[in-house]
C-alpha cells in the first residue's frame, strides 16, 4: 500500500489549489493526516472526553486508558524500556527545552561544554545558547564535509572530556542528511558525555530504536508523523530522567504539596504538569497504528526511491541548485534547492499558483543557510503520499517559474 492507495486515507489531498490539482510537497514543515486519526480524535470529544488520571467516573477512566494506551504505543515505535521513559509534551521544541532546562540547568558547571552541528534546526540551537551563557558552558560546532554531511573524525576531533552534552539532529530538515547518531553517541559516551538526538524528521520517515542508538534523549513532533499538532514526546533513559528536575510546576505532576515544599510524582507525569494534550495524545497513537501498518521500512525505501528520482529529474533544470548529499541513500525524502537568480519566495509563490505547496526561506536554520552562503533555499518533501507524477508537475512547475522570471528580467 503506498502513494495513490495510501493518498485515498487523506481527505485534504483530494482538493484543487489556484485551479489544480494540490501538489502538496511540505510535509518536512507538517505532514497531512490520515482519515484515521481525524476520526480517533473526533471519537475521543464524542464519546470519551473527560480529563485523566483525576476522577473515578467512566469517562475519566476511558479518557485516561486512551491516553496512556498512546504512551505504550510510543514506547514501542521507538523501542523505549518503559512507559516512564516517554513524556508527552508539546513538541521537539519543548522537548530540547527540558533537556536543556532540566538536565543541562542542573548539571553544567563553568567550561563544560556543549557540542551542535552547523544543520541543527533552530530549536536544537537556542537552548544550548541560552544555557551556556547562563551556566559559562562552551558551545562547539561539528563542521560539515562540503557534501553537507558529518565525519566522524570530525566528531572525534571536536568532542573532548570537556563536552558534558552532545545534541545533534538524525536528519537534516534542509539537507536531507541522515547523520550517524548511533555512532555520534559511542563516540559521545566514551567521552562521559550524553547524547541528544533530535528525530523530528527522522521518526517519522524511518525505525527509530532508542536502544539500539544508545541516546539519552530522543525529541520529535507528532504533526510530522500524520498525527495532530500541539503534541511531541521527550524520550529519556530513566536513570537520567529520576535524577532530573521538572520545568513546569502546578498541577497532574505533583505527589504532595505544603504550604512551603512539594513532591513530584513519579515518572513520567512528573515532567507532565497541568491537564496534559489529550486528544492529541490519542490522535498520535491513531498515527503511530497507521505507520505501523504502512511500516516504517516501507515509507523509508519508497522516499529513497522518490528522493533519487527527483533529483535526477531536477538536475535537467539549469541553473538550479540543489543542496545536500548527492547520494539518495544519505539522505531522506526531501530536496532543498535554488533555481538560478531567483528567490526562493518567488519559486514558491509561482508554484503555488500551479497548485504545488513547498517551503522557502531559512527553515529556521539560519547558521546552516551562512554555512552555504545563501539567504534563503526553497524545499520540496515527500512523505508516502506523494508519487513520482507529484515530482513531476513540481519540475513542470519548476521549468513555468525560469521562464517567467526569465521573460520578466
Request: contains cysteine.
Amino acid at each position: 500500500m503506498m502513494n495513490q492507495d495510501i493518498k485515498r486515507y487523506f481527505p485534504i489531498l483530494n482538493q484543487e489549489v489556484n485551479g489544480h490539482p494540490l501538489v502538496y510537497l511540505d510535509s518536512a514543515a507538517t505532514s497531512q493526516k490520515p482519515i484515521q486519526v481525524i476520526e480517533a480524535m473526533r471519537n475521543y470529544y464524542e464519546l470519551d472526553n473527560s480529563n485523566v488520571h483525576r476522577g473515578v467516573h467512566t469517562l475519566g477512566n476511558r479518557a485516561t486508558d486512551l491516553y496512556e494506551g498512546a504512551r505504550e504505543k510510543v514506547r514501542k515505535f521507538i523501542n523505549a524500556n518503559s512507559t516512564k521513559e516517554v513524556i508527552f509534551t508539546r513538541g521537539t521544541t519543548t522537548s530540547l527545552n527540558t533537556v536543556a532546562g532540566g538536565y543541562a540547568r542542573q548539571t553544567l558547571q563553568e567550561g563544560d561544554e556543549i557540542v551542535i552541528s552547523y544543520m541543527e534546526h533552530h530549536s536544537n540551537i537556542i537552548p544550548w545558547q541560552q544555557v551556556a551563557k547562563e551556566k559559562g558552558a562552551v558551545l562547539k560546532y561539528l563542521d560539515l564535509e562540503a557534501d553537507g554531511t558529518i565525519s566522524l573524525d570530525t566528531v572525534r576531533k571536536t568532542i573532548t572530556p570537556k563536552t558534558k552534552i552532545v545534541s545533534v539532529m538524525m536528519v537534516s530538515n534542509v539537507l536531507g542528511t541522515i547523520n550517524p547518531v548511533k555512532e555520534i553517541a559511542k563516540i559521545a559516551h566514551e567521552n562521559g558525555a550524553i547524547m541528544v538526538v533530535d528525530g523530528a524528521q527522522a521518526v517519522p520517515h524511518m525505525k527509530v530504536d532508542v536502544q539500539d542508538i544508545d541516546c539519552d534523549f530522543l525529541a520529535f513532533s507528532g504533526h510530522k508523523m500524520c498525527g495532530p499538532t500541539g503534541i511531541g514526546v521527550l524520550y529519556g533513559k530513566q536513570a537520567i530522567l529520576e535524577n532530573m528536575e521538572p520545568v513546569e510546576f502546578g498541577g497532574e505532576m505533583i505527589d504532595f504539596v505544603g504550604l512551603h515544599d512539594s513532591t513530584w510524582k513519579e515518572l513520567p507525569w512528573k515532567f507532565e504538569g497541568g491537564t496534559p494534550i489529550i486528544a492529541s495524545a490519542i490522535g498520535l497513537g491513531a498515527a503511530i497504528d497507521f505507520l505501523n501498518e504502512i511500516g516504517l521500512e516501507n515509507i523509508e525505501a519508497y522516499e529513497h526511491k522518490l528522493a533519487a528520482y527527483a533529483m535526477d529529474q531536477m538536475e535537467t533544470i539549469d541553473g538550479l541548485e540543489i543542496y545536500g548529499p548527492r547520494d539518495p541513500n544519505k539522505r531522506c525524502g526531501l530536496v532543498t534547492f535554488n533555481l538560478a537568480d531567483v528567490h526562493p519566495h518567488d519559486v514558491a509563490t509561482v508554484l503555488d499558483m500551479n497548485g504545488i505547496a513547498v517551503r522557502a526561506g531559512h527553515h529556521c536554520a539560519q547558521p546552516l543557510m551562512k554555512w552555504l552562503q545563501v539567504s534563503a533555499t526553497a524545499r520540496a518533501s515527500f512523505y508516502m503520499y506523494n508519487d513520482e507524477a507529484d515530482i513531476d508537475a513540481l519540475v513542470a512547475g519548476l521549468q513555468a517559474a525560469k521562464e517567467y522570471f526569465n521573460d520578466v528580467f
